[in-house]
């Protein structure tokens, strides 16, 4: 009987070997929030994208909206930028989105081989670690929760959040099927438990303190909201493209 180990990944590069692996990619602020906020507003699929050149030419090609940041703020030329508070104000519906932003596309596009890629955070936290051990279970799999960081630096707002993940896979778990844990899962579970006030332990770090400082502080309180949607955002690979698939389907544009 397999026995599940849940791993996390304080950036990207630590991942390993993620083939046979479920991934759960966080990028708090802000992709991974956005991504679930545009599936809220009823965008039918996001493009994600590894650079912004890609994604210029993808959006291009396809006549499709071009969202995304570098540095937090809008790119020129950009529809939209990587805001979810901008996104709860829009209605996607019949509105693809190509997606590029400095982080958490990178961290998607990495993680891409694994057998199930999701993209979590803490506003759809429970929906998304519901459907990762759903399909680690189905799959006998581990489950790898991979930070996207900020600029190849550990970010204190993705390690809480692979914590609340930590928390919400482990209580899915009955007393005979309990998951072993890594110290990297065991030290974000208590970096979480230790402080659950998500805000106020955000705004410690540079990155929540660098949004605030120009002027995206409320994305940031709202990023830091606990199951606020259901939507369960995973990676399609192409030959998935065509299938009628539970989840909001995020792609990748070609490189």
Same mark, same amino acid.
């Given at each position: 009987?397999?026995?599940? !180990?849940?791993? +996390?990944? %304080?950036?990207? +590069?630590?991942?390993?070997?993620?083939?046979?692996? $479920?991934?759960? *990619?966080?990028?708090?602020?802000?992709?991974?929030?956005?991504?679930?906020?545009?599936?809220?507003?009823?965008?039918?699929?996001?493009?994600?994208?590894? /650079?912004? !050149?890609?994604?210029?030419?993808?959006?291009?090609?396809?006549?499709?909206?071009?969202? /995304?940041?570098?540095?937090?703020?809008? &790119? !020129?030329?950009?529809?939209?930028?990587?805001? &979810?508070?901008?996104?709860?104000?829009?209605?996607?519906?019949?509105?693809? #989105? *190509?997606?590029?932003? =400095?982080?958490?596309?990178?961290?998607?596009?990495?993680?891409?081989?694994?057998?199930? $890629?999701?993209?979590?955070? &803490?506003?759809?936290?429970?929906? $998304?670690?519901?459907?990762?051990?759903?399909?680690?279970?189905?799959?006998?799999?581990?489950? *790898?929760? $991979?930070?996207?960081? =900020?600029?190849?630096?550990?970010?204190?707002?993705?390690?809480?959040?692979?914590?609340?993940? *930590?928390?919400?896979?482990?209580?899915?778990?009955? @007393?005979?099927?309990?998951?072993?844990?890594?110290?990297?899962?065991?030290?974000?579970?208590?970096?979480?438990?230790?402080?659950?006030?998500?805000?106020?332990?955000? %705004?410690?770090?540079?990155?929540?303190?660098?949004?605030?400082?120009?002027?995206?502080? !409320?994305?940031?309180?709202?990023?830091?909201?606990?199951?606020?949607?259901?939507?369960?955002?995973?990676?399609?690979?192409?030959?998935?493209?065509?299938?009628?698939? @539970?989840?909001?389907?995020?792609?990748? #544009?070609?490189?």
């Amino acid at each position: 009987m397999h026995v599940m !180990e849940i791993r +996390v990944a %304080l950036l990207p +590069v630590l991942a390993g070997d993620v083939q046979d692996a $479920v991934c759960i *990619v966080i990028d708090a602020l802000r992709a991974t929030s956005a991504i679930a906020v545009l599936f809220a507003r009823n965008c039918p699929r996001v493009y994600v994208a590894a /650079g912004h !050149e890609a994604a210029i030419r993808f959006a291009r090609e396809n006549r499709l909206l071009l969202c /995304g940041e570098t540095g937090g703020r809008k &790119p !020129e030329g950009f529809d939209f930028g990587n805001s &979810p508070v901008e996104f709860l104000t829009q209605d996607f519906q019949g509105r693809p #989105v *190509v997606l590029s932003t =400095t982080n958490g596309t990178y961290a998607l596009s990495q993680v891409r081989q694994a057998r199930h $890629v999701f993209a979590g955070a &803490p506003l759809n936290r429970t929906a $998304v670690a519901q459907a990762a051990w759903t399909a680690a279970q189905q799959a006998e799999a581990d489950i *790898v929760i $991979v930070c996207s960081g =900020t600029d190849g630096d550990f970010t204190l707002e993705d390690a809480t959040s692979a914590g609340l993940f *930590v928390e919400a896979l482990i209580a899915q778990a009955t @007393p005979w099927e309990l998951p072993l844990l890594d110290d990297a899962a065991v030290a974000c579970k208590r970096l979480w438990q230790q402080d659950p006030q998500l805000l106020r332990s955000w %705004l410690e770090g540079r990155h929540a303190q660098h949004l605030a400082e120009i002027g995206f502080g !409320e994305d940031v309180a709202y990023c830091a909201q606990l199951d606020r949607l259901s939507v369960v955002p995973e990676l399609v690979r192409d030959s998935d493209s065509s299938a009628e698939l @539970p989840t909001a389907p995020i792609f990748l #544009v070609p490189a």
